[in-house]
């Protein structure tokens, strides 16, 4: 059972005492930068083996790239923490610059391996990889043996990245500088205090329309007095990876996001095509909460506002207690987990300023532990957050046994174990309900992930798109940018709502991600696999929770369509499947347009 009360703060000492000031953390980055600076040196006196035997002098190094990579993601989800923690941290910020030419560094070390890898002959590539000691991290050769093979040589492989330390990644980190000086103005208890934009996100759901109205607009400019730096930044992530793209011959810019995802673009167009076929159900939906809500049309800030007035505050306590209870009954393992993780002080979800905002969950191999980052303030959206980001920690956790090149899931898997665990608890409190108000408050709240995956990260798909297609032209201007952003919000949302946010392209952190490039539709991904998934488990029962587990096992060692065939015996570039996991969510829109239809008459 869970201590109470829960410490809303995570507890960082256990992985390196001292925080940026860390003597252990200097001292483990030393050892770390020394290490591959011997494996690059080793590396270098290395050719393609000959013979299957000597492939046999591989399996040190083998072993030696897998622990490196695993010691460098400890110090960088660290480190990540602390910059996340406190945006004022301008050690953590050193040290963050510090580990990414690090990364660069052992990348280039993996450019060469994989370039030695590619010039293998087939023959002994294939008894190489035969070879029982091997075949755990058989995927992850293949693969990266494929992927070079379509890249420049290795000496300029490892000249970008040498140059995305200050240029790629570098602008990247521009927009946690920028996010970090965004201050809003907010009235509470009749004085004025200074919203961090974490803060000030949470307050765009308040149950207030006033105060969601002006919040927005405060928002609005606060991210308009920002454009140049946010456009800019922008301008200078996509022209450095067209660049990129055009040296290695390549013409498709989903090309390299659709490789990291392990997943084909007929997979992709046939989840967006079922979609869009059914966005009419959610269009309905979307005017009958306009109803509700006493207005025309809904506005940008009234898609994820509550429709009760009703104080559905949940303390932290609480929010714990109702996933590690939800969790159980789906699967023990799961539950005991998320227990683990709250009492262990794993999560950092205090309501303070000076914290980056957003959510995630990040891995600590070596330790085999996980962290998660959140703003709580008691919202049901909150709850779900913290759900999501535990489902992340699961499926990091039935993983950590595995070798470290059979650990390295893409995005959309990695988001299949997140929304799928928001399921879960968001499904059981519907069916839970104490009374019709309840149900259709929490219905609502379900109802609304529908429309964040279907129709917002829609737009940020044809937003990006869209985008990356003027980019090869030239910079594209901050007047241009938002009309491209509101002009994907219109399409994505049928033209549904009054009003847009068009300078979401400015304030989104996904935009300027540069580890996975196109953040946006892994998410949709996840979520429809995730329903999919779920709509088996319900027909399953119990029995299912070890076919979940299996399949979670597997995600770094196949691609998503043989993923699905193997645990799930569907095909992804067909369209059944994913019209199978819509109609779970239409089956929701449908409860609530029945059990509104007196709301509206009164």
Request: hydrophobic letters at 40%; aromatic letters at 10%; a negative charge.
């Amino acid at each position: 059972m869970m201590n109470h009360p829960i410490q809303p703060t995570w507890n960082l000492e256990t992985i390196f005492a001292g925080g940026s000031s860390s003597e252990e953390l200097q001292s483990f980055l030393q050892t770390l930068s020394q290490d591959i600076q011997t494996l690059s040196q080793q590396l270098n006196t290395m050719e393609a083996p000959q013979h299957v035997t000597e492939t046999e002098r591989y399996d040190a190094l083998l072993d030696q790239l897998q622990d490196t990579r695993i010691r460098l993601r400890e110090a960088s989800s660290f480190v990540g923490c602390l910059s996340a923690q406190d945006q004022s941290d301008k050690e953590a910020n050193r040290l963050g610059s510090l580990i990414s030419t690090m990364s660069a560094n052992l990348q280039g070390l993996f450019v060469r391996f994989h370039s030695l890898l590619a010039t293998t002959a087939d023959d002994i590539f294939e008894q190489w990889i035969s070879r029982p000691e091997i075949v755990p991290i058989a995927f992850y050769l293949t693969e990266n043996r494929s992927l070079a093979r379509e890249k420049m040589t290795p000496e300029l492989e490892g000249l970008a990245l040498d140059l995305g330390v200050d240029g790629y990644h570098g602008w990247s980190k521009m927009y946690d500088t920028i996010v970090s000086h965004i201050q809003i103005p907010f009235e509470q208890d009749g004085e004025t205090i200074l919203l961090s934009a974490g803060q000030a996100a949470n307050k765009m759901n308040d149950t207030n329309r006033e105060v969601r109205e002006e919040m927005f607009r405060k928002w609005e400019e606060a991210w308009g007095n920002a454009e140049d730096y946010c456009a800019d930044t922008l301008n200078h992530l996509a022209g450095f990876r067209l660049k990129l793209y055009e040296r290695r011959g390549w013409d498709q810019v989903l090309k390299e996001p659709l490789a990291i995802n392990r997943m084909s673009d007929q997979t992709l167009n046939a989840m967006w095509d079922v979609i869009v076929k059914n966005k009419p159900v959610f269009v309905d939906y979307l005017n009958r909460k306009a109803q509700i809500l006493g207005v025309d049309q809904l506005s940008w800030n009234d898609v994820d506002a509550p429709i009760s007035t009703v104080d559905s505050h949940v303390d932290y306590d609480d929010a714990a207690k109702i996933i590690v209870d939800q969790f159980r009954k789906f699967n023990p393992e799961m539950a005991d987990f998320a227990e683990h993780a709250f009492e262990q002080r794993w999560i950092e979800a205090e309501d303070r300023a000076g914290k980056r905002p957003g959510g995630f969950c990040t891995s600590l191999p070596m330790s085999k532990e996980t962290r998660i980052f959140m703003t709580y303030s008691g919202t049901a959206s909150n709850v779900s957050t913290l759900a999501h980001e535990l489902g992340h920690g699961y499926h990091q956790h039935v993983m950590n046994d595995l070798p470290a090149f059979s650990q390295g899931y893409a995005m959309n898997v990695a988001e299949t174990a997140s929304t799928f665990a928001e399921m879960i608890v968001a499904d059981s409190l519907v069916k839970q309900a104490q009374n019709d108000e309840e149900k259709v408050s929490l219905l609502e709240d379900k109802i609304q992930r529908s429309i964040a995956f279907f129709m917002n990260i829609h737009a940020r798909f044809l937003f990006e798109t869209r985008f990356y297609e003027q980019r090869r032209t030239g910079t594209v201007g901050t007047d241009e940018l938002n009309r491209l952003m509101e002009e994907a919000q219109r399409e994505a949302y049928c033209d549904t709502l009054s009003s847009y946010h068009p300078h979401f392209w400015a304030s989104k952190l996904h935009f300027y991600i540069t580890g996975v490039p196109f953040y946006n539709y892994p998410y949709t991904f996840g979520y429809m696999f995730s329903t999919g998934i779920y709509a088996l488990a319900q027909q399953e029962g119990a029995s299912f929770a070890a076919k979940y587990d299996a399949l979670l096992q597997d995600t770094g060692r196949m691609s998503v369509e043989e993923l699905a065939q193997k645990h799930l015996g569907v095909d992804l570039t067909q369209p059944d499947f994913w019209q199978n996991a819509m109609n779970v969510s239409i089956a929701d829109v449908e409860l609530f347009m029945n059990m509104t239809v007196e709301q509206v008459k009164k």
